[in-house]
């Protein structure tokens, strides 16, 4: 991985992108101009190549990160030394962001790139320091916080579900959920389009995460083509039918 510091809020060319890229993070919206230059001097960016490892394992939580590119995997080894798959990270998303206020300091599990990408990080330390200093800060942390709790409650939800139309259709709306959330934190109510698509490659990994096999997976997807309800092309989804989604997920069940 090679590392760069973000700061110089008035540095231009390549690093006056990055500043614009940061202001696209829901950590950014809406704060004070001051914090947002504090955040700017503590962030690095980290770029990675498939299979760069983030952390490890027991790892000690040094950092909070945010997926500004690419794809990101988390991932434990059970007793018999079998990898299994916790969460995908997909851009514009945080790593573990509860990790920051465990009373346990390590990680039970490791982070992997799943190809080529940027992360940025923040010292744990000097952004908790930031966070007890500044309320509006932290009063965006929380709401950070609850969303991934949420997301984690409704991906242990669509698990659960017998169909397997019921589950993709779930997983579709909650990742749909997660970019409208998203697009409000980084540009406002009225900001960016309305439309959605969802990157799921790799398939296979997306497919354990709702714990079905890619072919189980790839032939409930193109069903769900062939009803007009989405469009799939090179592992990427797009909503085309949002009601029909909603009623073929059993959503109000």
């Known amino acids: 991985m090679s590392y760069y510091n973000?700061?110089?809020?008035?540095?231009?060319g390549k690093r006056r992108i990055e500043q614009h890229s940061l202001r696209k993070s829901p950590l950014?919206?809406?704060?004070?101009?001051?914090?947002?230059?504090?955040?700017?001097t503590l962030a690095t960016f980290r770029a990675v190549q498939k299979k760069d490892i983030l952390f490890m394992e027991g790892d000690k939580v040094q950092f909070l990160y945010w997926?500004?590119?690419?794809k990101m995997r988390e991932y434990y080894c059970n007793c018999q030394g079998d990898e299994c798959l916790r969460q995908l990270i997909d851009a514009h998303n945080f790593i573990s962001?509860?990790?920051?206020?465990?009373s346990s300091d390590r990680y039970g599990y490791t982070c992997?790139?799943?190809?080529?990408?940027?992360?940025?990080?923040?010292?744990r330390e000097e952004f908790l320091t930031l966070v007890k200093r500044c309320p509006e800060l932290a009063e965006r942390m929380l709401g950070i916080l609850a969303e991934y709790m949420e997301i984690g409650c409704r991906k242990a939800c669509i698990c659960r579900k017998p169909a397997t139309i019921a589950r993709i259709a779930g997983y579709l709306l909650s990742r749909s959920q997660e970019l409208q959330n998203y697009r409000f934190l980084s540009m406002g109510r009225n900001g960016g389009s309305q439309s959605f698509s969802a990157n799921i490659r790799p398939s296979e990994m997306t497919a354990a995460l709702l714990c079905l096999s890619r072919e189980t997976f790839s032939r409930s997807l193109s069903a769900l083509q062939e009803r007009g309800v989405v469009t799939v092309q090179r592992g990427v989804v797009e909503i085309i039918d949002m009601e029909a989604l909603k009623e073929l997920s059993g959503l109000g069940e």
């Open 97 to 102: 962001p509860h990790k920051l206020f465990d």
């Open 112 to 123: 992997e790139a799943l190809g080529s990408g940027i992360c940025v990080s923040w010292p």
């Open 6 to 12: 973000a700061d110089r809020f008035h540095v231009p």
């Open 67 to 70: 997926v500004l590119e690419g």
């Open 28 to 40: 950014f919206y809406d704060l004070p101009l001051r914090v947002q230059q504090e955040l700017f």
